[in-house]
């Protein structure tokens, strides 16, 4: 069946998953070529991870690594000593193949995104 798979994955999964575990899910969902929306974000620091590791494993004929889009959560619940730190929090995250997802627009409360069929 041709088309795109889009996996909304829950709060919930993500929390209750180490860091670990949430990078391994989301390679192994998207070099399946699954464009994944995480209901809460992941951590600037898992993120940061996560692009290191597809980095490397990219290879043109095979996985041509991730795009990943982020939108800020509420930093009023940060308490003073976060703030101070500059931790951010993340509300929705998408993430996907870079041959199938494309960024056009980002703003503090939308992502846009063009999906593209794999081509074979």
Do not use: C, W
């Not at 290879?59 to 703030?83: Q, T």
């Amino acid at each position: 069946m041709n088309g795109i798979q889009i996996t909304l994955v829950s709060g919930e999964k993500v929390s209750s998953l180490t860091m670990n575990e949430k990078l391994h899910f989301i390679i192994d969902k998207v070099r399946e070529g699954e464009i994944l929306i995480l209901e809460k974000g992941l951590e600037p620091e898992e993120e940061a991870e996560l692009i290191q590791r597809t980095m490397t494993e990219i290879n043109p004929e095979e996985f041509s690594g991730i795009e990943i889009e982020s939108y800020p959560g509420d930093s009023s619940n940060l308490s003073f000593l976060d703030k101070l730190l500059g931790k951010k929090t993340t509300r929705l995250t998408v993430i996907g193949p870079a041959d199938q997802v494309r960024t056009i627009k980002k703003n503090k409360d939308t992502i846009q995104a063009l999906l593209t069929l794999k081509k074979n």
